[in-house]
């Protein structure tokens, strides 16, 4: 049963003999519903917070479910885009391992054709310059063998010059020339005088054999056998500038 303060105040008692004293119990009611009244204000204080309370833990409650809504979402939303990221990554990480195993197949095929072009161009170059160096070798070989022949030739030439100087020289020992001098004053003088002379009609004379030179001079102007060298191998075939042209 609710009692209110208004009650207890009111409230009579019978009367009985030797009963309690009327003015100490009603101040003991009238204490008793003041503090009833407090009470009941305290009650309803608390009622008014506990529904306050309420309230706030419905919003909180809604907050709550609201938060747990939204983490839920982000952690599916995260868990969604770490999926991605993953997948991303792993798509990012395969074409750039193909590329770069193109990339690798490339270099080498392309490392393998240098080395490859690299290789027969040494080897032609190798070719060439043994090509090269033979034919050097035939022509020195062939100059050798001019040079050869070009020494022979000048060596029978000297020595045929040499045998001529020695001739002549061996000549001039023997050759007088005061004697020459003076037989070519001589006839000089004679034909001075013949043209001094007054023109008579007789016989024209006979002309006079010349002067022959001495036997000796005559001696030098003798053809000496030279000897004929026989041209080398390489000047039958041609010099090594007739080759060039």
Known sequence: MKITPLEIRKKVFEKQLRGYDKE???????????????????????????????????????????????????????ANMIDQAKRAADLHLKETQMNADALLNESKSKARNIIEDAELRAKQILESMEDELKELARVYHMLEDHRDGVLNELTNLSTVTLQRVQKVSDNLRHFDIDARLKEIRRQSDEELNNLKQPQQKQPAP????????????????????????KPSSNETEGSFFDELD
């Not at 006979?206 to 001495?214: F, N, R, S, T, Y």
């Open 206 to 229: 006979k002309p006079k054999p010349p002067v022959a030179p001495p036997a000796d001079l005559i001696e030098d102007e003798e053809v000496i056998d030279e000897p004929v060298s």
């Open 24 to 78: 100490e119990v009603n101040a003991f009611l009238l204490s008793l519903s003041h503090e009833w009244e407090n009470a009941l204000d305290q009650i309803k204080t608390l009622e008014t917070q506990v529904k306050k309370s309420e309230e706030e833990v419905v919003k909180l409650r809604d907050v709550e479910a609201s938060l747990y809504k939204t983490l839920k979402t982000a952690e599916d939303t995260g």
